[in-house]
């Protein structure tokens, strides 16, 4: 298999994106990720760094400039949560009540866009896992998990967000000392959750390593954005 390159060109009808081939082993992605019980804290550093590197301009429209190379596993979980961290500003600026209607149905068009990207995205790095146990046979008995390890790693995307704005809350200087205080009560726990979460995904990566459980793929099959599966899409092309 080889390694794709993340660059990606999405046509008007935000159908999946393109990826130009590399000619790189997929083993060379994960040659520095020997260790095990290192995913998740890997995941969650890159993570921060790109939840941080956005908030240095916090615009929507920030080109990416992804510090990873492309023969890197970092190249992708920081693109991943680049497109969280725009899609979750994307959600704020929906909900102003003041928000010009046909600003808004422009936003709503990107934000289907930004989820569509999301998916293809999770989808794509679930590959590298495929790809990477392989060869692992499973044993007699073996379980298969409710999600993939890329929706995990999802989850652990988002929940990055969640404690970065949650933190911002809990220390904003003209917010009201209840509100700061209600708020650290909600980030103690989302970093408890954090740590429950990177434990899980650790020891599910270890489990199917071993062949305790097995990997297996759905794809999202996500009709609305296709117009050969979307009724109202389809018929206007009568």
């Known amino acids: 298999m080889e390694f794709l390159e993340l660059s990606m060109i999405c046509d008007t009808k935000m159908k999946k994106p393109t990826f130009f081939s590399q000619h790189k082993s997929i083993k060379s992605i994960f040659a520095s990720l020997i260790i095990k019980d290192m995913f998740s804290k890997l995941a969650y550093s890159v993570f921060e760094q790109s939840i941080k590197d956005y908030h240095q301009f916090d615009n929507v429209d920030q080109p990416i400039n992804n510090p990873y190379s492309k023969d890197k596993f970092e190249h992708l979980l920081y693109l991943k949560n680049w497109i969280d961290t725009v899609q979750w500003h994307f959600e704020d600026i929906i909900r102003d009540p003041k928000i010009d209607p046909v600003a808004a ?3 709503k068009r990107r934000i289907d866009a930004s989820n569509q990207e999301r998916t293809d995205m999770v989808e794509y790095i679930d590959s ?5 146990y ?12 409710s999600e993939s390890p890329t929706w995990a790693f999802d989850r652990l995307s988002i929940l990055a967000l969640k404690i ?10 003209e917010a009201s000392q209840e509100h700061r205080d209600k708020c650290q009560e909600k980030l103690n726990i989302l970093l408890e959750q954090r740590s429950d979460l990177s434990t899980a995904i650790d020891d599910l990566l270890a489990d199917i390593e071993s062949g305790e459980k097995f990997m297996k793929v759905y794809k999202q099959m996500k009709m609305y954005n296709d117009d050969e599966l979307n009724p109202v899409l389809y018929q206007n092309k009568k």
Do not use: C, P, W
């Not at 970065?164 to 200087?173: G, S, V």
């Open 128 to 132: 590298y896992f495929l790809q990477k």
């Open 134 to 145: 392989s060869d692992v046979k499973a044993k007699d008995g073996a379980k298969i998990n």
């Open 164 to 173: 970065y704005h949650m933190n911002e809350e809990a220390t904003r200087a």
């Open 105 to 107: 149905l422009t936003l």
